[in-house]
Every structure is written in C-alpha cells, then in structure tokens.
C-alpha cells in the first residue's frame, strides 16, 4: 500500500532502456501537445513563448517551435533541433532569438533539467509587474512554496545569452522564476512537469489577484505550505497531473502526433 504522504515518483522513460530514437519521439510528442495546450489555455500571443525539450543523446541541443508559428498548429514535424550556438540542425524553420537566449543558458545551468516552458500569459505577465513571489494561499499554490524564485529586473525584450545566464542565476536549483514586467518560466524533469507547472503557476498567479482584488487573502502557515509543497510540488506531481491533457488533446487533436 502506498503512504498517504509518499511524493509520486516520476516514471523513468526520458532514461530507461530504450532506444535515443524512441525516447526523443516521446519527448516530441509530448512537446508538440504542450504547445496544443498551450493554445488551448490562450498562451499564443503573437510569436512570444516557446517551450524547449533537451535532446536525449546530445545534451547541448535542444527542440523548439518554429518563430512565428502558431502554437495550435504544432506538430511533432514541426519542431525544430537547435544545437548550443543557436543554430537550426533539424528542420526548415528559423528559431526565436529570445527563446535561444533564455533557454540555453537555462539547460547550460541545469543539467538536471529536460524541458523549460516560458509564454507571455495574461495572469503570469500581470502578476509579474507586482516584483513579488506567490503567497501559499491554496494548495495548488503550495507546489510552488519556497521553489521559485524572481527576476526582479526588467532591461528589455532577452536577445542576449548574458541576459538568459541572468535569469537562470535567479532560477537556481527551483522549478519555476517569475520575470518581473514579463512573465513566467518553468522547468521539469519531463517536459509534462515542465508544461503543468506552467499551466498551474499562471493560474495560482489568477488565484492572488482574485484573491487581493476581493480582500485580505489568509496565507497557509509555513509548517503546512512546507508539509503540502513535499505531497503536490515533485517533479513526478507534475508529470501525473500532465496526463490526462496529454490524452484530452491528442484525442480531441491527434494530428500533433504526425
């Protein structure tokens, strides 16, 4: 029988036995429907946002979308390969400067990391002009206690790798930096953690605003906030809480997998 309070365990497929070959196509996919999702929940203004997934046999690349294009039109074909100087390896597609130089100074920094998902959401980009971290108010809200950090700096659209070296520093060893004036930015050990806690943070970030904009919010105490983050905050939370998304959209929308 499993514990109440035991953290769910990431299942291993990013390094079990399988092939390079079967585990980027797994990586892909789960890429390409996070970038459906990501549509679907309104993360797709203009070309901001970009979600990156480390390759599986060389740790210095990574996939990407394509610049401009629409994230709910995504599909695993579409990505792009993009090796450590930002340059296109795999598709016919040019790749989003910014997203060069945020993400590959955040995979440089944390080897531990697969994926990193950042967007230009409503939520996360308003709450991110108060400076401030997220408050324990609820549960979903505790995944995020004392595991991320703040980039209290704003200097313009990141075109520069010194700028995304910057952001990964206030990241550190967290799941999750909120980009003052500019919005969020998650990590995971999967791409399906990576892509939830971006879902969940800007709807915590909802939550607060809600929550200050109605009266004076009653915090979790820290005992409990510490207790809740250790039951709902792991890597393996994420990656469970991912599922059924994956399955929602690539029943409802199955050409992302060609």
């Not at 390759?55 to 610049?67: G, Q």
């Not at 930096?177 to 969020?184: E, K």
């Amino acid at each position: 029988m499993t514990a109440v309070n035991k953290p769910f365990e990431t299942p291993r497929f990013n390094d079990d036995a399988r092939s390079p070959q079967a585990r980027r196509l797994t990586l892909k996919q789960r890429l390409a429907a996070a970038f459906r999702l990501f549509a679907r929940y309104g993360y797709d203004e203009g070309v901001a946002g970009h979600i990156t997934a480390r390759d599986p046999e060389r740790p210095d690349h990574f996939w990407v979308n394509p610049f401009g294009m629409y994230f709910g039109h995504i599909k695993v074909s579409d990505l792009l390969l993009v090796d450590g100087d930002g340059e296109v390896v795999k598709g016919r597609a040019r790749v989003n400067r910014a997203a060069f130089a945020i993400h590959s100074q955040v995979h440089a920094a944390r080897p531990d990391v697969i994926a990193a998902a950042h967007s230009h959401s409503m939520y996360g980009r308003t709450f991110s002009t108060l400076g401030k971290k997220l408050d324990p108010l609820t549960q979903d809200a505790c995944a995020f206690y004392e595991d991320h950090g703040l980039f209290d700096d704003y200097t313009g659209v990141v075109l520069e790798t010194s700028e995304g070296a910057r952001i990964a520093e206030a990241l550190g060893d967290r799941k999750a930096v909120i980009l003052r004036n500019h919005g969020l930015l998650t990590v995971g050990k999967t791409v399906d953690a990576a892509a939830f806690w971006f879902i969940s943070m800007d709807r915590c970030c909802q939550s607060q605003l809600m929550a200050e904009a109605a009266g004076t919010p009653t915090l979790i105490g820290p005992d409990n906030a510490k207790k809740t983050a250790r039951q709902v905050g792991g890597d393996g939370a994420g990656w469970l809480s991912f599922q059924p998304l994956f399955a929602k959209i690539t029943a409802e929308e199955p050409d992302l997998l060609e």
